[in-house]
């Protein structure tokens, strides 16, 4: 089949391939994209920033979009920044912890950089003082905007019939 050109491989496919969440390593794509099973690379932030550019510039070597996914806000933005072939980001913005100050914020659907050193973070170190003494009760603020129904993971409460066309 040799190397084709991405929108020349999507014209072939009811839809576009992407990779997952649940490879962690350049190998577990260099596998995909050698056998031409995906047209967009994905990768979360657990890659690591070394990694996901060494990623990006294979993919660009085979003509592939990247698209960074389930990174925790905005922090490997800056990674982003750097590759000519993302073409967007997944953002889960719960907003930074109680003590630490962020230099990038999201508006307007982009994501702007600060203009501080590394990745723009910063910690009150008199906060995080304060919350070693009275940490903030588990889950306070950090409540997932899309989360699954009570019981939805073990079937502790079956789907009604509005939830699923199978039956």
């Not at 920044?81 to 913005?93: I, L, P, S, Y």
Request: charged share 20%; hydrophobic share 40%; net charge negative.
């Amino acid at each position: 089949m040799g190397l084709q050109r991405p929108e020349t491989r999507l014209a072939q496919r009811a839809g576009a391939v992407a990779t997952g969440e649940n490879l962690s390593s350049l190998g577990d794509h260099l596998a995909l994209i050698d056998r031409q099973a995906v047209d967009i690379v994905q990768f979360g932030g657990r890659l690591g920033i070394t990694n996901a550019l060494q990623l990006a510039n294979l993919a660009c070597a085979f003509e592939l979009p990247v698209s960074i996914i389930g990174g925790p806000g905005n922090l490997i933005a800056h990674a982003g920044a750097g590759m000519h072939n993302q073409m967007m980001q997944e953002v889960k913005d719960f907003g930074p912890p109680p003590c630490m100050m962020v230099d990038n914020h999201i508006e307007d659907g982009f994501i702007h950089l600060g203009e501080s050193p590394g990745l723009g973070i910063s910690v009150d170190q008199a906060k995080l003082a304060e919350l070693a003494i009275a940490p903030p009760p588990p889950g306070d603020g950090m409540k997932m905007p899309f989360p699954r129904r009570e019981g939805a993971g073990l079937y502790e409460a079956p789907p009604t019939l509005d939830e699923v066309v199978w039956r």
